[in-house]
């Protein structure tokens, strides 16, 4: 704390804090002296307020970055100010979420019926890769995609509203986790699978693993101008039965193709309780695995000739007509390998090996040179032409044990998650040499750089998003949250800045965009938009023409909201009356947001301004039932309420 470094900081430090708050006396629980006197009543060292200056944002000032997080189990997507780590919103995508009424009326329920399973409704998802859009492989800034790993589908959400727009799904495949990435003008969205399973949800004796079990990747055609995937538009090719990983789409130079980890080639299946060896140990004998090349160019071609069999409503290239077109190669990688990223020039892939200690290095331009003159090492029990290892890399950096994920910035620096070592290491990428490593807390997984995923990363700030925090904040029994660690990359050495505690399922991936890249709308427009078209709904109601009115069909309910009252605020139906409320929040004000919610029939709904919801329940059981807004929108709030009166039969 003595050092002359940290004297030499510690001074402009004073000046800025002086300067700034124009306050040395800063009242706190540890007394309300000077600056050092707080330091030393909160024993904070020079570094610790060093950090604290980089990411206190004082009320009013906002982020220079967004980063999208997945929200793992809890199947919603987190929004976080990038240097403040103040979360920003929770987006409902593959759970209900009550707040924003996503998944509690007829648009949003929608949703949770496309993101059925076999004619199941899933109450949860496993969130892990976010995919902003990208034109000329930068994001844009206009959509983002999310992937459920364990019932495998994958969402798209609309960021002129934060509102997820759609859920598709294909029974085709069990499981997926290269997902979602994007292509570098958001062509398709990929999802690759993770374990192999007979394609099309048929049933096959294990034993058949290596007939029967297969892979896949999907291709879901993405419209823009739409806003939604086209399912009749997408496609897949099979795969062999190893266990698909991560994936990457190229850029610039590599652009057209897709790059797939796999492990598992062994094509192990456990059976422990069977006498045979545990999977893990199965699935580790191999010293390399295949990195699954594809060029999703030549596919498109193959799928519009017609070369490709239909399985539960999907286009698929059948393995065979893959490696007869070219469209399917392989390369050797270092055993158990985890992520593949493509740098930003899109020249070289970064493959880490979970039970290895390097990077390897792989070059677009030498495997391309060996597939263009057809030159194979071998070919596996498949058929895949299988390229040369040596041949196919510029190199390894050694970068500890366990390297997982990597991140790239402006300066020819990249940055690999250490998961054994639960370090991040940083290297150059010319000369594959680490530079700096920094320890984080603890068992890092994916790590996030600004703009890390695009043909032009920023760098600055880089977010470890370590798996266990130990020690880190106060107990809370033995499910303890995950740990975001933000670390400052702007100077030659990395600087941990903050440690930000997550206790909302395990959230993988992240990505991190411009703040002002993004445009969101401050409210509906016109009045009585429906947040899934975007366009005034054909039930939008004024205060002029709220009624009821009984149909066919049953009692329809056209109500307006404003501060502070429903109209109409007395509802009657008779007991087994289907009631259709079509509800239009009229206010032009921003944040003037009501909710509306009926108790015992799990109506709850979000009102933003200008919005329109509809929502359908039946009225079976007689009694009273008093409605409410839920959001605190004025002093008569608590008056903004009316009543269901439900006569018996
Ligand atoms: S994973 S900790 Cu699902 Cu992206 Cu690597
Ligand atoms: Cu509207 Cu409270």
Known sequence: ??????????????????????????????????????????????????????????????????????????????????????????????????????????????????????????????MHHPALSETNAEYD??????????????????????????????????????????????????????YPAPLGGRYAP????????????????????????????SFAIELPPYMQDLADAGRLDSDGWVFINSFNTERAYGGNLEGKDPLEKGASQNDMDYLHMIDWRKAEKVVAAGKTKTIVGMRVIALDTAIAEGLLYFVPEPKSPHGIDVTPDGKEMVVGGKLDTHCTVYNFAMMKKL????????????????????????????????PLHTQFDNQGFAYTSVF????????????????????????????????????????????????????????VGPLLPQNFQLIDLNGSKMQLLYDMPLPLGEPHYAQMIKADKLNPIEMYTPIGT??????????????????IERKDDGVHVYMSAIRSHFKPDIIRVKEGDRVHL???????????????????????????????????????????????CTEFCSALHLEMAGYLLVEPK
């Not at 429906?530 to 009624?547: C, Q, S």
């Not at 239009?584 to 919005?611: R, Y």
């Open 1 to 126: 704390m003595n050092t002359p470094l940290a004297r030499s900081l510690w001074i402009p430090i004073a000046v800025a804090l002086a300067l700034t708050g124009g306050c040395s006396e800063v009242a706190s629980s540890g007394g309300d002296g000077s600056i050092t006197d707080l330091m030393k009543a909160r024993n904070l060292s020079e570094a610790d307020v060093s950090a604290a200056l980089k990411t206190y944002t004082p009320t009013g000032r906002h982020d220079e970055y967004i980063t999208f997080a997945s929200g793992g189990h809890g199947g919603n997507l987190i929004v976080i100010g990038v240097p403040s780590m103040r979360i920003l919103k929770y987006v409902g995508v593959f759970t209900p979420e009550p707040w924003q009424g996503y998944g509690y009326g007829d648009q949003t329920d929608s949703l949770m019926v496309q993101g059925m399973r076999d004619g199941r409704q899933i109450k949860w998802g496993d």
């Open 141 to 194: 800034g206009k959509y983002i995609f999310v992937n459920d790993k364990a019932n495998p589908r994958v969402a798209v959400i609309d960021l002129r509203d934060f509102i997820t727009t759609q859920i598709v799904s294909t029974e085709l495949i069990e499981c997926d986790h290269g997902a979602t990435m994007v292509t570098p003008n958001t062509e398709y969205v990929i999802e690759s699978s993770q």
């Open 206 to 233: 294990i034993e058949k693993w290596n007939e029967e079990y297969r892979g896949a990747v999907i291709f879901w055609k993405f419209d823009r101008d739409k806003g939604k995937i086209v399912p009749d538009q």
């Open 371 to 402: 597939i263009d003159a057809k030159e194979f090492a071998s070919k596996d029990p498949y058929g895949v032409p299988i390229l040369d290892f040596k041949k196919s890399i510029r190199g390894q950096c050694e970068i500890g044990l366990g």
């Open 420 to 475: 054994i070592d639960t370090q991040i290491a940083k290297w150059s990428l010319a000369d594959l040499k680490v530079v700096d490593k920094i320890d984080v807390h603890y068992n890092v997984g994916h790590l996030v750089t600004a703009e890390g995923d695009t043909a032009s990363p920023d760098g600055k700030y880089l977010i470890a998003m370590n798996k266990w925090s130990i020690d880190r904040f106060n107990k």
């Open 530 to 547: 429906n947040p899934l078209t975007h366009a005034k709904d054909p039930a939008a109601t004024t205060a002029d023409t709220a009624r």
């Open 582 to 628: 079509h509800i239009t929040n009229v206010e032009q004000a921003f944040d003037a947001t009501h909710g509306f919610c009926i108790n015992s029939h799990n109506v709850n709904l979000s009102l933003e301004p200008g919005k329109h919801c509809n929502v359908t329940f039946v009225a079976d059981r007689p009694g009273v039932f008093p409605y409410y």
